[in-house]
Protein backbone atom coordinates (compact mmCIF):
# COMPACT_ATOMS: atom_id res chain seq x y z
CA UNK A 1 0.00 0.00 0.00
CA UNK A 2 2.80 2.44 0.81
CA UNK A 3 4.63 1.57 -2.14
CA UNK A 4 1.14 2.39 -4.51
CA UNK A 5 0.63 5.37 -2.55
CA UNK A 6 4.35 6.73 -3.59
CA UNK A 7 3.66 5.48 -6.96
CA UNK A 8 0.16 6.74 -7.52
CA UNK A 9 1.17 10.84 -8.00
CA UNK A 10 3.94 10.26 -10.76
CA UNK A 11 1.48 7.56 -12.34
CA UNK A 12 -1.57 9.97 -12.64
CA UNK A 13 1.04 12.46 -13.75
CA UNK A 14 2.22 10.98 -16.84
CA UNK A 15 -1.41 9.65 -17.49
CA UNK A 16 -2.66 13.03 -17.36
CA UNK A 17 -0.06 15.24 -18.85
CA UNK A 18 1.89 12.66 -21.49
CA UNK A 19 -0.77 9.64 -22.13
CA UNK A 20 -3.97 11.55 -22.67
CA UNK A 21 -2.47 14.47 -24.82
CA UNK A 22 -0.99 11.76 -26.89
CA UNK A 23 -4.46 9.39 -27.18
CA UNK A 24 -5.81 12.81 -28.46
CA UNK A 25 -3.13 13.81 -30.95
CA UNK A 26 -3.42 10.28 -32.12
CA UNK A 27 -7.30 10.57 -32.45
CA UNK A 28 -7.00 13.84 -34.29
CA UNK A 29 -4.79 11.88 -36.66
CA UNK A 30 -7.21 9.49 -37.62
CA UNK A 31 -10.03 12.45 -38.35
CA UNK A 32 -11.29 13.62 -41.47
CA UNK A 33 -10.39 17.58 -41.85
CA UNK A 34 -13.21 19.43 -42.52
CA UNK A 35 -14.68 22.99 -41.90
CA UNK A 36 -15.87 24.19 -38.72
CA UNK A 37 -14.75 24.70 -35.03
CA UNK A 38 -12.71 22.66 -34.78
CA UNK A 39 -11.72 21.81 -38.44
CA UNK A 40 -12.13 18.07 -38.17
CA UNK A 41 -14.63 15.33 -37.93
CA UNK A 42 -14.12 13.39 -34.53
CA UNK A 43 -12.97 9.87 -35.22
CA UNK A 44 -15.86 8.09 -33.02
CA UNK A 45 -19.53 9.20 -33.40
CA UNK A 46 -22.20 8.27 -31.35
CA UNK A 47 -24.85 6.47 -33.47
CA UNK A 48 -27.45 6.14 -30.19
CA UNK A 49 -26.08 3.98 -27.39
CA UNK A 50 -23.22 2.45 -29.29
CA UNK A 51 -19.57 4.38 -30.77
CA UNK A 52 -19.28 4.25 -34.21
CA UNK A 53 -15.80 4.87 -36.22
CA UNK A 54 -16.23 6.78 -39.00
CA UNK A 55 -12.17 7.95 -38.84
CA UNK A 56 -10.15 7.23 -41.82
CA UNK A 57 -6.56 7.69 -41.10
CA UNK A 58 -5.60 9.18 -45.03
CA UNK A 59 -3.36 11.96 -42.89
CA UNK A 60 -1.21 9.47 -42.06
CA UNK A 61 -1.16 7.89 -45.22
CA UNK A 62 0.02 11.57 -46.70
CA UNK A 63 2.98 10.99 -44.65
CA UNK A 64 4.14 7.99 -46.91
CA UNK A 65 3.21 9.01 -50.30
CA UNK A 66 4.34 12.28 -50.06
CA UNK A 67 7.51 12.86 -50.45
CA UNK A 68 7.82 16.97 -49.35
CA UNK A 69 7.12 15.49 -45.73
CA UNK A 70 9.71 13.32 -45.84
CA UNK A 71 12.29 15.76 -46.98
CA UNK A 72 11.01 18.34 -44.31
CA UNK A 73 12.19 15.03 -41.64
CA UNK A 74 15.31 14.06 -43.10
CA UNK A 75 16.57 18.56 -43.28
CA UNK A 76 15.01 17.85 -39.68
CA UNK A 77 17.57 15.37 -38.31
CA UNK A 78 20.34 17.04 -40.35
CA UNK A 79 20.30 20.15 -38.71
CA UNK A 80 19.61 18.88 -35.73
CA UNK A 81 22.86 16.18 -35.60
CA UNK A 82 24.65 19.38 -37.04
CA UNK A 83 24.09 21.45 -34.08
CA UNK A 84 24.23 18.31 -31.82
CA UNK A 85 28.06 18.07 -33.23
CA UNK A 86 28.69 21.55 -33.06
CA UNK A 87 27.43 22.14 -29.43
CA UNK A 88 29.72 19.16 -28.72
CA UNK A 89 32.86 20.47 -30.58
CA UNK A 90 32.59 23.86 -28.42
CA UNK A 91 31.13 22.07 -25.03
CA UNK A 92 34.12 19.73 -24.68
CA UNK A 93 37.00 22.30 -24.12
CA UNK A 94 34.21 24.20 -21.98
CA UNK A 95 33.72 21.50 -19.78
CA UNK A 96 37.43 20.45 -19.39
CA UNK A 97 37.69 24.07 -18.31
CA UNK A 98 35.10 24.33 -15.26
CA UNK A 99 36.47 20.53 -14.48
CA UNK A 100 40.18 21.78 -13.98
CA UNK A 101 39.47 24.63 -12.49
CA UNK A 102 39.69 24.82 -8.75
CA UNK A 103 36.54 23.63 -6.53
CA UNK A 104 35.69 27.22 -5.60
CA UNK A 105 35.50 28.50 -9.03
CA UNK A 106 33.38 26.07 -10.42
CA UNK A 107 30.18 26.84 -9.07
CA UNK A 108 30.56 30.94 -10.77
CA UNK A 109 32.11 29.15 -14.30
CA UNK A 110 28.74 27.12 -14.40
CA UNK A 111 26.77 30.24 -13.29
CA UNK A 112 28.09 31.81 -16.56
CA UNK A 113 27.33 28.79 -18.62
CA UNK A 114 23.57 28.90 -17.74
CA UNK A 115 23.51 32.55 -18.21
CA UNK A 116 21.82 32.57 -21.41
CA UNK A 117 18.88 31.47 -19.62
CA UNK A 118 18.44 34.13 -17.11
CA UNK A 119 16.79 36.25 -19.72
CA UNK A 120 14.17 35.25 -22.44
CA UNK A 121 14.57 33.29 -25.66
CA UNK A 122 13.00 35.45 -28.07
CA UNK A 123 14.71 38.83 -27.05
CA UNK A 124 18.49 36.98 -26.77
CA UNK A 125 17.43 35.62 -30.90
CA UNK A 126 16.58 39.22 -31.58
CA UNK A 127 19.77 40.40 -30.56
CA UNK A 128 21.27 37.84 -33.19
CA UNK A 129 19.15 39.30 -35.87
CA UNK A 130 20.19 42.86 -34.99
CA UNK A 131 23.82 41.61 -35.12
CA UNK A 132 23.79 39.75 -38.19
CA UNK A 133 21.20 41.96 -40.89
CA UNK A 134 22.90 44.01 -43.38
CA UNK A 135 23.44 47.02 -41.30
CA UNK A 136 24.11 44.78 -38.40
CA UNK A 137 27.38 45.19 -36.14
CA UNK A 138 29.34 42.37 -37.91
CA UNK A 139 28.51 43.98 -41.24
CA UNK A 140 29.38 47.41 -39.79
CA UNK A 141 32.52 46.10 -37.99
CA UNK A 142 33.89 43.95 -41.82
CA UNK A 143 33.26 47.31 -43.77
CA UNK A 144 34.99 49.62 -41.56
CA UNK A 145 37.99 46.97 -41.36
CA UNK A 146 38.04 47.25 -45.19
CA UNK A 147 37.50 43.37 -45.79
CA UNK A 148 34.38 43.65 -47.47
CA UNK A 149 33.26 46.18 -49.76
CA UNK A 150 29.48 45.53 -49.67
CA UNK A 151 27.07 44.06 -46.55
CA UNK A 152 27.42 40.49 -46.79
CA UNK A 153 24.39 38.55 -46.37
CA UNK A 154 24.60 36.66 -42.76
CA UNK A 155 20.98 36.91 -41.81
CA UNK A 156 18.49 34.06 -43.16
CA UNK A 157 21.43 31.68 -44.24
CA UNK A 158 21.89 27.70 -42.59
CA UNK A 159 25.16 29.43 -40.99
CA UNK A 160 22.66 32.10 -39.00
CA UNK A 161 19.89 28.94 -38.31
CA UNK A 162 22.57 27.02 -36.88
CA UNK A 163 24.89 29.48 -34.94
CA UNK A 164 21.05 30.21 -33.06
CA UNK A 165 20.39 26.09 -32.41
CA UNK A 166 24.30 26.27 -30.75
CA UNK A 167 23.63 29.70 -28.66
CA UNK A 168 20.17 28.08 -27.63
CA UNK A 169 21.42 24.50 -26.76
CA UNK A 170 25.11 25.04 -25.93
CA UNK A 171 24.17 24.60 -22.20
CA UNK A 172 22.84 21.47 -22.54
CA UNK A 173 25.80 19.61 -24.13
CA UNK A 174 28.30 21.54 -21.31
CA UNK A 175 26.60 20.08 -18.34
CA UNK A 176 27.00 16.41 -18.63
CA UNK A 177 30.18 16.87 -19.96
CA UNK A 178 30.89 18.39 -16.95
CA UNK A 179 29.40 15.44 -14.65
CA UNK A 180 31.04 13.25 -16.66
CA UNK A 181 34.49 14.26 -16.35
CA UNK A 182 34.06 15.47 -12.66
CA UNK A 183 33.65 12.21 -12.40
CA UNK A 184 37.22 10.57 -13.79
CA UNK A 185 40.29 10.11 -11.61
CA UNK A 186 43.07 12.48 -11.96
CA UNK A 187 45.52 9.76 -11.14
CA UNK A 188 44.71 7.69 -14.48
CA UNK A 189 45.54 10.68 -16.72
CA UNK A 190 48.43 11.55 -14.44
CA UNK A 191 49.66 7.79 -14.85
CA UNK A 192 49.18 7.95 -19.10
CA UNK A 193 51.46 11.50 -18.47
CA UNK A 194 53.99 10.16 -16.59
CA UNK A 195 54.31 7.55 -19.01
CA UNK A 196 55.38 9.76 -21.72
CA UNK A 197 51.93 10.48 -23.20
CA UNK A 198 51.73 14.12 -24.68
CA UNK A 199 48.67 16.24 -23.74
CA UNK A 200 46.76 15.44 -26.93
CA UNK A 201 47.27 11.94 -26.37
CA UNK A 202 46.28 12.08 -22.64
CA UNK A 203 42.94 13.65 -24.07
CA UNK A 204 42.35 11.13 -26.91
CA UNK A 205 43.35 7.54 -25.24
CA UNK A 206 41.80 8.27 -21.65
CA UNK A 207 39.84 11.30 -21.25
CA UNK A 208 37.79 11.20 -24.81
CA UNK A 209 36.79 7.50 -24.30
CA UNK A 210 35.52 7.75 -20.52
CA UNK A 211 33.54 11.08 -20.86
CA UNK A 212 31.93 9.16 -23.76
CA UNK A 213 28.47 8.23 -21.72
CA UNK A 214 28.58 12.26 -20.91
CA UNK A 215 29.30 12.96 -24.56
CA UNK A 216 26.45 11.22 -25.76
CA UNK A 217 23.81 12.49 -22.98
CA UNK A 218 25.13 15.98 -23.94
CA UNK A 219 24.11 15.05 -27.80
CA UNK A 220 21.00 13.40 -27.60
CA UNK A 221 19.68 16.56 -25.26
CA UNK A 222 20.59 18.66 -28.23
CA UNK A 223 19.38 16.66 -30.83
CA UNK A 224 16.20 16.05 -28.88
CA UNK A 225 14.60 19.42 -28.62
CA UNK A 226 16.73 20.66 -32.13
CA UNK A 227 15.25 18.23 -34.12
CA UNK A 228 11.18 19.75 -33.86
CA UNK A 229 12.95 23.46 -33.07
CA UNK A 230 10.01 26.11 -34.84
CA UNK A 231 11.20 29.28 -33.59
CA UNK A 232 15.15 29.65 -34.85
CA UNK A 233 14.63 28.29 -38.63
CA UNK A 234 11.36 30.57 -38.51
CA UNK A 235 13.56 33.92 -37.70
CA UNK A 236 17.14 32.69 -38.42
CA UNK A 237 17.19 30.24 -41.58
CA UNK A 238 16.20 30.69 -45.41
CA UNK A 239 13.05 30.92 -47.03
CA UNK A 240 13.82 27.33 -48.21
CA UNK A 241 14.78 25.89 -45.23
CA UNK A 242 11.36 22.93 -44.88
CA UNK A 243 11.82 21.60 -41.51
CA UNK A 244 9.34 19.78 -39.37
CA UNK A 245 8.36 22.83 -37.01
CA UNK A 246 7.93 25.08 -39.63
CA UNK A 247 6.04 22.53 -41.91
CA UNK A 248 3.84 21.38 -38.81
CA UNK A 249 2.92 25.46 -37.72
CA UNK A 250 1.51 25.96 -41.42
CA UNK A 251 -0.39 22.68 -41.49
CA UNK A 252 -1.96 23.56 -38.15
CA UNK A 253 -2.14 27.23 -38.18
CA UNK A 254 -2.10 28.15 -41.87
CA UNK A 255 -4.14 25.45 -43.89
CA UNK A 256 -6.26 24.58 -40.50
CA UNK A 257 -5.49 20.67 -41.47
CA UNK A 258 -5.16 19.63 -37.84
CA UNK A 259 -5.54 15.74 -38.92
CA UNK A 260 -2.31 16.01 -41.23
CA UNK A 261 -0.33 18.38 -38.23
CA UNK A 262 -1.43 16.19 -35.67
CA UNK A 263 0.15 13.24 -38.12
CA UNK A 264 2.96 15.09 -38.48
CA UNK A 265 3.47 15.46 -34.57
CA UNK A 266 3.01 12.07 -33.66
CA UNK A 267 5.68 10.99 -37.01
CA UNK A 268 8.13 13.46 -34.97
CA UNK A 269 7.49 11.62 -31.52
CA UNK A 270 7.65 8.52 -33.43
CA UNK A 271 11.30 9.36 -34.94
CA UNK A 272 12.64 10.98 -31.68
CA UNK A 273 11.64 7.91 -29.21
CA UNK A 274 14.98 5.82 -29.88
CA UNK A 275 16.75 8.80 -29.44
CA UNK A 276 14.82 9.10 -26.11
CA UNK A 277 15.07 5.73 -24.61
CA UNK A 278 19.38 5.69 -25.54
CA UNK A 279 19.31 9.01 -23.15
CA UNK A 280 17.65 7.10 -20.47
CA UNK A 281 20.06 4.52 -20.83
CA UNK A 282 23.14 6.44 -20.70
CA UNK A 283 21.25 8.46 -17.63
CA UNK A 284 20.58 4.95 -15.58
CA UNK A 285 24.56 3.85 -16.28
Do not use: K
Request: neutral net charge.
Amino acid sequence: MRRLLVLAPPWLWLLLFVAAPALILALIALAEPAEGVPPFLPPIAWRGTWPEWQGSGTSLATLTEDDWYLAAFLSSLRVAGLSAALCLLLAYPMALGIARARPSRRLPLLLLVLLPFWTGFLPRIGAWIGLLRDGGWVNGLLLRLGLVEAPVPLLYTEGALLLGMVHAYLPFAVLPLVAALLRLDPAVEEAAADLGATPFTVFRTVTLPLSLPGAAAGFLLVFIPAAGEFVIPELLGPPEARLVGRVLWEEFFRNRDWPLAAALALALLAALLLPIRLFQRLESR
